[in-house]
């Protein structure tokens, strides 16, 4: 069993030490009074959002203070800081994921509306009444909700790529699952519920051997692991902001430059067109025709901001140091008795969905809160995957790059009490 004194080897192999990070997060020096006693914040629920560090808050207020203008249509001073600011932002993003051209980055307000811009502009053009998009039994709702209202709309069907009680991809079912219907796939790179790590770059291969375009939801893969889209050589990559220390309300659709220069506009307005009669329009050049309006334009920028910070630390670094948590963790919270663990898989990140004994997770939650520990509790937007589980929620602990062992020992001292306080009944 992983000790802490491995943990504390593998952090001093790593570019940055996760107990000196914490002090960039205001929000982790949280203290709750508990009756008479005070607990410190153990935040584990960084599948559904991460904390924010003092250089993203400071980068909000200072765009607020000195840069606040909107963007592309101004001459004066400001409007140049906030253009200059929010497209130097979107260069980043692109760096960040590997992408060849900042124009193949659209801003969108995160995973969600990415995923949508697809299935509405790509899908509406490209897709008619029988044809086929495969995804996933993973899938969280922001990939499947989309397509199933697309299917509402023209008819089109929807395939599931089926997993196996370990938490994986039955992938050698791909050649029966895909024939000339099918379309498109769109898959997670990871699951928010499993924490399995799928192999993308094998499905989009396989994919593109029959000309089938591939969109990739990573919106718990950006902020955990080095991605490359063109290594991976997806057409559509979506994530979001708010998961790797960015704001909320932001994050990016990546396409390749073909598929966007064939796309039609998602929303109309300003800024997407060049011309404007009476009758029609013409659309501005990519990636600006599919951003209407005035954008998200501090967050924009903050998002730059967080991106910055992740690269200081190091995308390799953050995985390694996770992975060790991870490993850790589930050693512990094994040896529990009556403790469940869905996902199994061999490539995983930091993601343990859990049961404990047959108390439903919502009560998990709240015994756990009571000690400080923040955990999710619920379906996790994975309704379908959670009634093939047979179950109506689990409990989920998720870990970043700030959490620590001795955070990991709260939690599993806080499961072991509730296993106490239920006795018999547990």
Not at 125 to 144: R, W
Not at 285 to 314: C, S, V, W
Request: hydrophobic letters at 40%.
């Amino acid at each position: 069993m992983p000790t802490q004194s491995d943990i504390q080897q593998a952090i001093q192999a790593l570019s940055f030490n996760p107990y000196t990070v914490r002090e960039d997060f205001p929000i982790l020096s949280e203290i709750f009074q508990r009756g008479e006693k005070q607990v410190p914040l153990v935040y584990l629920d960084n599948a559904a959002t991460t904390q924010k560090p003092r250089q993203v808050l400071d980068t909000i207020l200072h765009y607020y203070h000195h840069e606040n203008a909107n963007v592309h249509r101004g001459i004066h001073t400001l409007a140049e800081r906030a253009t200059e600011k929010y497209e130097n932002a979107r260069k980043k993003v692109a760096e960040f994921i590997g992408a060849p051209s900042e124009k193949t980055i659209v801003f969108t307000r995160g995973t969600t509306e990415a995923i949508n811009l697809v299935a509405g502009s790509w899908g509406r053009k490209f897709l008619k009444a029988g044809d086929v998009v495969l995804l996933s039994e993973m899938e969280h709702h922001s990939n499947i909700i989309p397509w199933q209202l697309l299917s509402q709309s023209i008819g089109i069907e929807l395939r599931y790529i089926p997993v196996t009680e370990e938490g994986t991809l039955v992938l050698d079912q791909l050649p029966q699952l895909v024939d000339e219907r099918v379309k498109l796939i769109s898959v997670t790179h990871m699951s928010n519920v499993f924490g399995t790590i799928n192999p993308v770059k094998e499905i989009v291969a396989f994919a593109h051997e029959r000309d089938i375009p591939v969109l990739v939801d990573g919106a718990q893969s950006a902020p955990h692991m080095p991605v490359n889209v063109q290594e991976l050589g997806c057409d559509f990559y979506a994530f979001s902001g708010h998961k790797m220390c960015g704001p909320t309300g932001i994050g990016a659709l990546y396409a390749t430059e073909r598929w966007l220069e064939e796309m039609d506009p998602y929303h109309g307005g300003g800024e997407m067109i060049r011309s404007v009669w009476w009758d029609r329009a013409t659309w501005n050049d990519i990636p600006h025709k599919f951003e209407a309006g005035t954008p998200n334009i501090a967050g924009a920028i903050a998002f730059g901001a967080a991106i910055d910070y992740l690269q200081r630390l190091g995308m390799d670094a953050i995985h390694q140091y996770e992975q060790a948590l991870t490993r850790y963790a589930l050693e512990r919270l094994e040896d529990i008795p009556g403790f469940r663990i869905f996902g199994q898989a061999p490539e995983r990140g930091g993601v343990i969905s859990f049961y404990v004994g047959n108390i439903h997770p919502h009560d998990v939650a709240q015994f756990l809160d009571a000690d400080g520990v923040a955990v999710r509790a619920g379906h996790h937007c994975a309704q379908p995957l959670m009634r093939k589980l047979g179950i109506p929620a689990t409990a989920r602990a998720s870990f970043y790059f700030y959490n620590t062992p001795e955070e990991v020992d709260i939690l599993v001292q806080s499961i072991r009490k509730l296993k106490e306080f239920f006795g018999d009944g547990f």
